[in-house]
C-alpha cells in the first residue's frame, strides 16, 4: 500500500524559503503514470491546490502563487519537493502532499500523506 | 479560475438521516468532480470520482451525482463516524479548485 510522508521545518521566518519533502513508500514515484500534487490548508480554511509533478518533470503550479513556487521529484530517494520563496504569515497552513490517480487524465487525488504545518513567524 | 461553491456550509442532522450537499461550478466541469471527507486533525479521504465513482473501500451509503456544473453527495443513513467536513473538488481545468467544505454536525 503506497503511503505519503510530508518532512520539513515546522517554523520558517518571514522573506525565507519554505523547503518540504514528501516521500512515498511502498511503491515507486515512477511508476503508474501518477502525478503527485502539494496541496495545503489554511488554518480553519478550506484546501488550496499548489501544483503538480510528474516524475519525469513535468510541472504545473497554481498561478496564485506568483511564480513563488517550485517543485522538484527525486527518483533515486522516492521523494518529491517543494520550495516557496519569499514567504509570509499568509502561507501559515497545514500542507499535504497527495497522489493523483490514473483512472482518468486528470484524476483525484486517491491517497494523501497526514500533513505537516508550517507557520511563518519572525 | 473555476469557482466551487458548497451549500449549506453547516448542516445539522441525526443518525440515520438522509443527507445531501450540493456543489456547484462557476463553468462547466463535465464529470471531472471529486468529492472528500475530512475529519479534525486528519487528511482528506477520497469518497467519490468522476462525480458518481465510488471509491475502493467507501462504504455504499455514499453516492454522487450531477455533471456540468451542478453535483451532489447524498448520505443515504448517516452514522456516527459521517460527521465531518466533506470538500467538492473540480480537476477539469487547471488550477484544481476545491469548494470551501461543508461541516457535517451531530443535531
Known sequence: ?122 | DIQMTQSPSTLSASVGDRVTITCRASQSISSFLAWYQQKAGKAPKLLIYLASSLEDGVPSRFSGSGSGTQFTLTISSLQPDDFATYYCQQYNSFPFTFGQGTKLEIK
Open chain 1, 1 to 122: 500500500q503506497v503511503q505519503l510522508q510530508e518532512s520539513g521545518p515546522g517554523l520558517v521566518k518571514p522573506s525565507q524559503t519554505l523547503s518540504l519533502t514528501c516521500t512515498v513508500s511502498g511503491g515507486s514515484i515512477s511508476s503508474g503514470g501518477h502525478y503527485w500534487s502539494w496541496i495545503r490548508q489554511h488554518p480553519g480554511k478550506g484546501l488550496e491546490w499548489i501544483g503538480y509533478i510528474h516524475y519525469s518533470g513535468t510541472s504545473k503550479y497554481n498561478p496564485s502563487l506568483k511564480g513563488r513556487v517550485s517543485i522538484s521529484v527525486d527518483t533515486s530517494k522516492n521523494q518529491l519537493s517543494l520550495k516557496l520563496t519569499s514567504v509570509t504569515a499568509a502561507d501559515t497552513a497545514v500542507y499535504y502532499c497527495a497522489r493523483e490517480g490514473v483512472r482518468s487524465f486528470p484524476d483525484a487525488f486517491d491517497i494523501w500523506g497526514q500533513g505537516t504545518m508550517v507557520t511563518v513567524s519572525s
